[in-house]
């Protein structure tokens, strides 16, 4: 997350812990070989809280902020500045009553059938087959 972060505990109860986070994002390069493009983290910031169960150690409620300013590099020697920011938030619901089994459930009586499961196995192609035999021809919708 970077270099300069601070956690601060801002409340103490007996069923959670509320943490506020503040701190920088550390500049970074990512280079993507497949779009030959070259992406450079410039820097940033993020601040939040977070609510953390004290029985459990699972956050209940998070949101974070983050603000990173960025370059894409093209392979044409363009430079593309962004800013990116994102908010996150968790909401999480631990005090929930157990789920009832699977098994418990009863399809409705309306008539509807279930599903079926087919097999698929895709036919062979010029050059090869399905499994992966290929001279680097491939059908149409294949990667």
């Not at 631990?94 to 089994?101: K, R, T």
């Not at 050059?127 to 992966?132: E, V």
Request: glycine share 10%; aromatic share 4%.
């Amino acid at each position: 997350t970077g270099e300069g972060t601070r956690c601060l505990l801002k409340d103490l109860s007996a069923k959670s812990a509320e943490i506020s986070l503040i701190g920088s994002i550390a500049p970074a390069s990512y280079i993507d070989p497949v779009h030959q493009l070259r992406l450079t983290v410039r820097g940033g910031q993020f601040t939040g809280s977070c609510v953390v169960d004290r029985t459990t150690g699972m956050p209940t409620q998070s949101r974070i902020e983050r603000s990173m300013d960025m370059i894409a590099h093209l392979p044409d020697g363009t430079e593309i500045p962004q800013r990116k920011d994102v908010l996150t938030t968790v909401t999480a619901y631990l005090d929930q009553p157990a789920a009832p089994p699977a098994a418990a459930y009863a399809p409705p009586s309306s008539g509807v059938q279930p599903a079926t499961h087919q097999t698929y196995q895709p036919a062979a192609w010029a050059g090869g087959t399905a499994a992966g035999q290929s001279n680097g021809v491939r059908a149409a919708g294949y990667p």
